[in-house]
């Protein structure tokens, strides 16, 4: 399906990854790389910490209802915990994280797709934190195959553009026809007027 690929580096809570329309029973993958920035510990040690992250699918009536009338302030304690269609952690070892994962929708509608951080897990100490995702998906076509490369509400657009051609392809294929067969009657008008350029030419050039 349609890909995305987002690199992040900060402290903010939430980032859109994706955002489409899928139908219901659509297959969203997502390839991703996270780790925390390195401290320096108490043996003077620089370490990764692990981080509280994750995944966090949330509708198009989640996402008008709450998470845009939140204000900028509000804390990650809220936003981590907040409403959403599906939250997937993200299990981080010495404080990174590579893997992928697929998920199915239920429910046909527009969705975001969010990678949450929500700060250390051993405090409330904010830790920068870096990653690189890639996420697809694929819709169900009107025969019930995961074949649809475009969010539902594109769905109509292939449909569309074979009408397009067909209606643009049909005068195309009608005017050649008929350019072929005049040709017949215009070549020989043609070959005359080559012929008396040709003459022309050479006597210019002769004198």
């Known amino acids: 399906g349609l890909n995305s690929h987002v690199e992040i580096q900060g402290y903010s809570a939430w980032y859109p990854i994706m955002r489409a329309g899928l139908s219901a029973h659509a297959r969203v993958s997502v390839n991703y790389f996270v780790e925390s920035e390195l401290i320096e ?42 409403p959403s269609v ?28 969010f990678f949450a951080y929500c700060g250390a897990s051993d405090g409330n100490t904010p830790i920068p934190v870096a990653g ?4 697809s998906f694929v819709n169900v076509d009107a025969d019930g195959r995961h074949s649809l490369h475009l969010p539902f509400e594109y769905a109509p657009l292939p449909a569309l553009y074979r009408t397009l051609i067909f209606a ?40």
């Open 86 to 113: 599906l939250r997937e952690e993200i299990v981080m070892s010495e404080g990174r994280a590579e893997s992928n994962f697929t998920f199915t929708v239920r429910d046909t509608d527009r969705y975001t797709l």
């Open 41 to 82: 510990s108490r043996t003077e040690r620089a370490i990764r910490p692990n981080v509280q992250t994750f995944f966090v699918l949330v509708n198009e009536e989640q996402s008008q209802d709450f998470y845009l009338k939140l204000p900028q302030d509000t804390p990650d304690s809220v936003l981590c915990t907040a």
């Open 168 to 207: 643009y392809g049909l005068p195309l294929l009608f005017w050649v026809c008929e350019l072929r067969e005049q040709w017949s009657f215009v070549k020989p008008v043609h070959s005359g007027a080559l012929l008396a350029w040709a003459f022309k030419c050479l006597s210019i050039v002769a004198h």
């Open 132 to 135: 690189h995702f890639s996420s």
